[in-house]
């Protein structure tokens, strides 16, 4: 008889993901290299994100960064520059995706000096029209991909089936008015004028969204508090003058907008989701700001409790404050993306918690929180082995029978994303 970790592991990596939140731009635009988003073509690409910040605080230099990411470096030099560093990352979880990537995606065992040539070869050779969907589904083995677009407010996907766009709320929260999707006739007077077109992105682009998203942990805490209109539009039209508002005016002004767009998600049916916890990029994060993240967003579940929320990240490291967040309010949802290569011990953890802890229907496993598609191979793979681990210690400890633990994978994975979100 087979071992019944053995049985969960094979259950867990055949079972299809959803997977809840990217960032991958349409595969045209990164075959075309659209900067600054795609800054070279070659594999040190995949090192590009959450590899390369982690190479950041390993002490790597701007101009060796610069140089690692450049379109005008070889790509074989591309190791000598690397080379220093991969002994104190590569045992990083971010590191173990890249390697993971390689190995599945590209039969590389172990990168080094001497095959450079052929992983740049393999990089070629895989990135070609088809690519995105040929790894998200039969490598990944992921059925389709949430997306989040950070620098537009909403646009129509390439492939609709494959990459789902949320609507982004932080330019509307932030009233970014250049390169922020507000089309060239469409002239900003007023705080009525703003309403009017997040009114007409939601018309327009509700319909085709999942969800919306909101980033704007990175910029201040997560106490939103509701504002009458009748209140900031002194304040919107000093910041579309250019004039200068108080911090405090500038708060008022975002809380105001924050409501006026999550009821608007909500009369559209559409999850909101929302950034928490660590930030991703370096010497900036205000960890006040984030320690006070889990009470800020029970404020906003009361505020709001026809609003379904679903917070990103656990809210690393404050992930027991979460849970406790989950155990009491009905509108908490829990999305693990980023979690797994951010530190899967934490990640796996917090599974085993949560499903001992909350109703089970208020958890989505699994998002890569990536730009580059090739990373969705290791890191899924990366998931799927900590979602695996936490079933098979559960079983193990006694808190699951095998039965119960094979019948959550499938909600785990896609089913509580497909009961939200929509098939
Ligand atoms: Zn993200």
Request: hydrophobic share 40%.
């Amino acid at each position: 008889m087979e071992k019944f970790n053995d049985l969960i592991e094979q259950k867990v990596f055949e079972t299809q993901f959803i997977d809840t939140h990217e960032h991958l731009m349409d595969e045209s635009e990164r075959l075309d290299c659209v900067e600054p988003f795609i800054p070279c073509d070659d594999w040190a690409l995949l090192l590009n994100l959450y590899f390369g910040f982690d190479l950041i605080l390993g002490g790597i230099s701007k101009s060796e960064i610069g140089r690692l990411f450049s379109k005008n470096v070889s790509p074989i030099d591309k190791w000598v520059i690397l080379k220093e560093y991969w002994p104190y990352l590569k045992n990083t979880a971010s590191g173990i995706v890249f390697r993971t990537t390689i190995r599945i995606l590209y039969g590389i065992d172990e990168i080094s000096e001497d095959n450079i040539p052929e992983l740049q070869n393999r990089y070629e050779q895989t990135r070609k029209k088809g690519f995105y969907k040929q790894i998200i589904r039969e490598l990944a083995n992921i059925r389709h991909c949430h997306v989040h677009s950070p620098n537009v407010a909403c646009k129509k996907s390439e492939s609709p089936d494959l990459l789902y766009q949320d609507i982004a709320l932080n330019g509307m929260i932030q009233v970014t008015l250049n390169s922020y999707s507000v089309p060239e006739n469409v002239k900003i007077n007023n705080l009525t004028d703003w309403h009017t077109l997040i009114d007409g992105w939601f018309a327009e682009y509700g319909h085709a969204a999942k969800a919306v998203k909101i980033g704007n942990a990175y910029f201040r805490r997560l106490d939103f508090e509701r504002v009458e209109a009748s209140e900031v539009e002194e304040i919107f039209s000093r910041k579309i003058n250019l004039q200068t508002n108080g911090p405090e005016e500038d708060k008022k002004l975002q809380d105001h907008l924050f409501w006026y767009c999550v009821d608007k998600a909500t009369a559209h049916g559409l999850p909101v989701k929302m950034h928490t916890g660590q930030w991703a990029m370096n010497n900036a994060m205000n960890m006040h700001w984030v320690k006070e993240n889990p009470s800020d967003c029970a404020s906003l579940c009361r505020q709001a409790p026809d609003t379904k929320f679903v917070f990103f990240h656990l809210c690393y490291p404050h992930y027991e404050e979460m849970l406790s967040l989950a155990k009491n309010y009905a509108n908490a949802y829990i999305d693990m993306c980023w979690s797994w290569s951010l530190n899967p011990l934490a990640a796996k953890d917090f599974l085993k918690k949560f499903i001992l802890t909350v109703p089970n229907n208020k958890i989505f496993t699994f998002g890569g929180d990536d730009k580059i598609v090739e990373n969705l191979v290791g890191h899924a793979h990366v998931a799927r082995q900590g979602i695996a681990l936490a079933f098979t210690e559960l079983v193990s400890e006694n808190w699951l029978t095998l039965g119960d633990a094979m019948d959550l994978v499938d909600h785990l994975m896609y089913k509580n994303a497909e009961k939200i979100y929509g098939k």
